[in-house]
């Protein structure tokens, strides 16, 4: 009976409902949620490897402040007054 009960659960589609069928269900998810080595993908080491440049820190700094909410902050420091009349008095 249980034979015949597999078969059709084939063929519909369907999952059976028999406790040693839902048990080896159980049991295989349980095995492939054990590690996550399928899940891993092997980079080659220049895959994984960023040069560094002014540009790219540069946009990484001004990303970082804007996403911390620390661009006001600038504002507040010391470095902008000392900074900005020295710009202005220069003759670039």
Known sequence: ??????????????????AEDVAARKL???QSQR???????EKKLTDRIVTYSDKLFRQASIEWLAA???VSLIFYSTAPKIII??????ST
């Open 1 to 18: 009976m249980q034979g015949k009960y597999r078969n059709w659960c084939k063929k519909a589609g369907f999952k059976s409902k028999l």
């Open 28 to 30: 295989k998810a349980e």
């Open 35 to 41: 590690t996550i080595d399928g899940h891993l993908v």
């Open 68 to 70: 911390t909410n620390q």
């Open 85 to 90: 009349p020295f710009a202005a008095d220069s």
